[in-house]
């Protein structure tokens, strides 16, 4: 068993975002677990970028083909990715932290869309889109309010331009079907609200609810190991 990580929008460096609870996990479980590279952020190579949400999925596929069975996580907009990515004989179980599970034909754009108090994105006039007006206090504050102010310097240096592609394709997929999964509502999130994840978190198979911001993985990774082995025990 191996556990596979995807990150969220608009950022990089997916294994600096993991690698508090990857650590715990190693520790607690033995379970090895990496992050997923997202084209769509720059993680992989230049020209893979412009392919947006279908590169993502496509990495994320092949990560899979490489594993015999995973835990995959999906954070924010890795929801959408593993959405987009499909069935899987690999996945043996999905979990989601802030996230989504798309249904076929909603792209992340019109995920977003419905929240009162959305995320602010400008285009950078060269194919990608990036967060508009923070700076690191007020990313740190909307995003890891509950982190302290080096984590959450280390996270704004690690904030960049995301594919168009990744938020205005309609997924053609929905991995989540059929699949057992778990969503962690993060109750303090002050970048995806909580009306929006229980939405989505009613499409899962079971939900948990945990007393964090948006990123529970960095701040409470004794809760966020805490699920994946009750999981694993299972499985």
Known sequence: ????????????DGQWWWQRS???????????????ALPSC??????????????????????LDDVDSAIVVGHSYGGTV???????????????VSSYLPEIG?????IMSGESNPVSIGVNGDGTLGVSGYDAASFGARF???????????AWERVTAQAAGAFMTP???????????TYIVCGQDRSTSVDLQRFHAERATRVVELPTGHHPFITRPDLVVEQVRALAHEL
Do not use: C, K, N
């Open 1 to 12: 068993m191996e556990l596979i990580f995807v990150h969220g929008a608009l950022v990089r």
């Open 22 to 36: 990857a650590d715990l996990l190693r520790e607690r479980t033995g379970i090895r677990s990496r992050a997923l």
């Open 42 to 63: 720059g993680e992989t190579t230049p020209e893979q970028v412009a392919g947006g949400l279908i590169a993502d999925a496509a990495a994320l596929r092949q990560d």
């Open 82 to 96: 593993i959405a987009e990515a499909g069935a899987h004989p690999a996945v043996a179980h999905l979990l989601y």
């Open 106 to 110: 909603q792209s992340q754009g019109a």
């Open 144 to 154: 890891l309010q509950d982190a302290d102010a080096a984590t959450q310097q280390q």
């Open 171 to 181: 997924t053609s997929a929905a991995g989540w079907h059929g699949v057992d999964s």
